[in-house]
């Protein structure tokens, strides 16, 4: 494990309740900064660099793999571009198959919507979190609402939650008050999966002028933007014009 690495999980594994030599056991790094400067990193967009990481991953045998971050791990040619997954979309496939769980640490948009690129990176994953920093806690130690976009299979799993970092390590407390119908049709709609009102009016099993009011409201209360959900419904448009034509 590499120095600096090394001394932050010795720093932090002990904060979480963790055993610090069973997490130097159990962790295992890639790193861009630990190789030689001229030898090329992976890029997990390309089948190349995916046969050299499932090859490690074959002789280590993890459980959960992580990529932080994605847009520094898989250099699709425009995040976007949901035909620019295709690969991607395949390597955690099979990674899925084998029984393996994957976190995809991404960057959410530059105007603080939901994460950057094209809603196909959603169709995999069986949840999807967003992270906002707390920006009314003067203790100035981290703090962070879960928002929980997409919970597949997790109907009963809570809406959201606040974690804050203090000195007994990790605090968390209750879901938010922006919790319940609001907060699923906001999901919903951030999924990418419908392309008209009308189709996500259906799969919430409510009437288009009952989500027309909840989208109104979701706006008023600043948990979507009039412009990301349009797009998001673009969103759905295009996943389904991508189906139609692998159909061929």
């Known amino acids: ?44 967009a390309r ?6 990481l499932e090859a490690i991953i074959q002789e280590t045998d993890p459980k959960l793999v992580i990529f932080d971050n994605f847009s ?5 040619r425009d995040e976007n571009d949901a035909s620019a997954f295709g690969d991607v979309e395949r390597l955690l ?3 899925k198959a084998q029984g393996r769980s994957v976190l995809i640490v991404h960057h959410a948009r530059k ?10 990176l959603a169709d995999i994953p069986s949840v999807v979190v967003r992270l906002h ?10 703090g962070f609402r879960w928002e929980f976009e997409k919970t597949r299979d997790r109907l009963n799993s809570p809406r959201s939650f606040v974690a804050r970092l203090t000195d ?33 009016a259906e799969a919430l099993g409510l009437t288009e002028p009952k989500v027309s009011r909840l989208k109104t409201r979701a706006i008023q209360r600043g948990l979507i933007g009039p412009d990301e959900w ?19």
């Open 1 to 44: 494990m590499p120095g600096q690495v090394q001394r932050r999980q010795q720093t932090l594994a002990p904060n979480i309740g963790g055993d610090t030599h069973k997490v130097a056991q159990n962790l295992r790094f890639l790193m861009r900064n630990h190789q030689e400067p001229n030898v090329a990193f992976l890029d997990l």
């Open 47 to 52: 089948r190349e660099g995916q046969e050299v």
């Open 72 to 76: 520094s791990l898989f250099f699709v």
């Open 93 to 95: 496939n099979r990674l």
């Open 111 to 120: 105007d603080g919507g939901s994460y950057r690129g094209s809603s196909r």
């Open 133 to 142: 920093k707390l920006t009314d806690d003067a203790s100035g130690s981290a």
């Open 168 to 200: 007994d390590g990790w605090v968390t407390s209750g879901a938010s008050p922006r919790d319940g119908l609001l907060h699923q049709v906001v999901c919903e709609v951030r999924s990418g999966q419908h392309g008209l009102q009308k189709e996500l």
């Open 230 to 248: 349009q797009e998001c419904l673009s969103g759905g448009v295009e996943k389904a014009a991508n189906d139609d034509n692998e159909d061929f």
